[in-house]
């Protein structure tokens, strides 16, 4: 199965919704833990797209209907930062290098956008999450605890270069 990247429509919220409590659940996050959010959702439009920002959704074909599996957005903090945010992949698709490619396809998107780093934070209990910053080069720069949560920060600074899986996604029909 090829893995479709592509940009947040809004008949995507319910999918997207959905996809968010899943995979926090998994990971042992809820509402009221100090880390768990959801506000955003109703606003991507204005809150990620809208404001020199980025929000995707990687979508499998399974019995002629396109299915949201994967999801990962941007969002700007100054001119020359942005923040990746929202990345999630359904428990059931995991460890097939959707979220790389999603993480992938973001940082390509930062660098067009004009931003010189992206950040992220993550929780303790994301290991998966944490291996994948580490792979793709981001560095951990801080952790605070939130409750009885480790938040830990990362950063990458960006070089507007060419990527395997922006090129992977391209070759396959992919749109950004």
Known sequence: MTLLIRRYRGSDLDAVCSLHRLCLAQVG????????????????EELYL????????GELLQDDRRRVVAMGALRRVDDRVAEMCRLRVHPETQRRGYGERVV???EHR???LGYATVRCDTTL??????ALYAKRGWQEIAR??????????FQKPLINTPDR????????????
């Open 110 to 112: 930062a660098a067009e």
């Open 125 to 130: 209990n994301q290991r998966a999450a944490m």
């Open 144 to 153: 605070t605890e939130v409750g009885a949560l480790v938040v830990v920060y």
């Open 29 to 44: 996050l809820t509402s009221g833990d100090g880390v768990y959010y959801e506000d955003d959702f109703p606003h991507i």
């Open 50 to 57: 809208a404001g020199r920002g980025e929000f995707l959704v």
């Open 104 to 106: 992938a396809v973001l």
């Open 165 to 176: 899986y922006v090129a992977y996604i391209q070759t396959r029909g992919g749109r950004v």
